[in-house]
């Protein structure tokens, strides 16, 4: 099944078909559905919705749709990204900081992987920030999947190269078109975008403010302590430890720790397994040592996988404590209910 069939832009996650293979049965989502289950009619080409899981919160809140746009990245290749422009809040006017002609502040987000994508699909925390009044930016740079096979191993061995390039170019884009203010810039990402996030406030101090997640600091330890990623490093960085090491140091976010004066909020879970919690205690213990503003948060019994399938507590505090970070340097225009900011990084909840 793909988007060309159902006849929209969708996220198709799984699927079945009948024993008459005429119908198709399968779960998709959108930016504005979270998930639900539909039929498609391979003989007359239609679909249909089976289900409306969340109608009634739908119904109260309202979500921001992503605009699409290409932008040229590095080498000059097509790089693909979408903006999610922030919303009204409850409290604000429906057009809040417009009348003063200013530009929202922004977030750059950073999947992981690298080998991965964004696409049309719903993300609470792109809709979350955008409900606080930031817009969302994020792209799919070199390294991803979905445009071939060259455009994915193009991040081989150049971790933090040209694909640091693409990303940038993006948000470029974003400031040249007047989408987002250039002043009031934040970037998150985890894993591979931990990495990404921890390598980028590491070459330029443009953001104000920076969340990573599940990350990379370190690629030459990394090898020896993560479940596979031995593998992820001879693959994409050819190169072990006792033989290559000043390359895996030289593509390492740890080596330019004395460069990173973004505020940085880092958050790892202690049963994460393909990125060690070490990775982020090492980026913390030297920041604190340079006397650098950042804040460590351990999830306690989490995974890797924290923020898709842990516990539901757990994901809560997360989003909280992103948020409140965010909102504690980056000044936006969206007006919160008392005592909002106080709770949003509040654990005991």
């Known amino acids: 099944i793909s988007a060309c069939l159902v006849g929209s832009e969708m996220c198709i996650r799984d ?33 249909a919705r089976l289900t409306e899981l969340n109608a009634s919160l739908l119904r109260e809140v309202e979500l921001a749709a992503p605009e699409e746009f290409t932008f040229k990245g590095a080498d ?36 992981g992987g690298p080998m ?6 719903f993300f ?30 193009a991040v081989n ?18 400031v040249a078109n007047g989408w987002v203010d250039p002043d009031r810039l934040g970037v998150a990402g985890g894993s591979y975008g931990g ?48 033989k290559n090491l000043d390359r895996l140091m030289e ?12 505020p940085l909020l880092i958050l790892h879970s202690d049963r994460d397994l393909r990125c060690p919690i070490s990775e ?12 650098r503003e950042v804040r460590m948060v351990r999830f306690e019994c989490q995974s890797h996988d924290l923020s898709r399938s842990g516990h539901p507590r757990s994901r809560v505090i997360r989003l909280r404590h992103i948020v409140s970070w965010f909102i504690s340097h980056i000044r936006t225009e969206a007006l919160r209910p008392k005592g909002e900011l106080a709770r949003a990084g509040t654990a005991g909840e």
């Open 280 to 291: 982020g205690e090492q980026l913390f213990t030297a920041l604190k040592l340079l006397g």
């Open 157 to 174: 061995g150049d971790w933090g190269g040209k694909d640091f390039q693409d990303v940038m170019a993006g948000v470029d884009t974003a």
């Open 116 to 121: 991965a994508m964004y696409s049309w699909s």
């Open 15 to 47: 699927r079945s078909m009948d024993r008459d293979r005429r119908r198709v049965a399968f779960a998709g989502s959108d930016p504005s559905t979270p998930g639900d289950l539909f039929l498609y009619d391979t003989t007359g080409g239609r679909d």
């Open 195 to 242: 990495f990404m996030t921890n390598w980028t406030i590491g070459h330029t101090d443009r953001f104000k403010a920076a969340v990573t997640m599940r990350c990379v600091s370190n690629m030459a330890s990394i090898f020896g302590t993560g479940d596979l990623d031995w593998i992820l490093t001879i693959d994409s960085m050819d190169a072990v430890p006792w």
């Open 76 to 111: 000059g290749w097509d790089i693909q990204g979408w903006i999610i422009r922030p919303g009204p809040h409850p409290n604000s006017s429906p057009h809040a900081g417009e009348e003063k002609g200013e530009r929202p502040p922004a977030i750059l987000e950073i999947h």
């Open 251 to 262: 593509r390492s976010p740890i080596t330019y720790v004395e460069r990173m004066i973004t």
């Open 124 to 153: 609470f925390e792109f809709q979350l920030l955008a409900s606080h009044g930031y817009a969302v930016l994020f792209t799919n740079p070199r390294g991803s999947t979905g445009y071939g096979r060259a455009f994915s191993d």
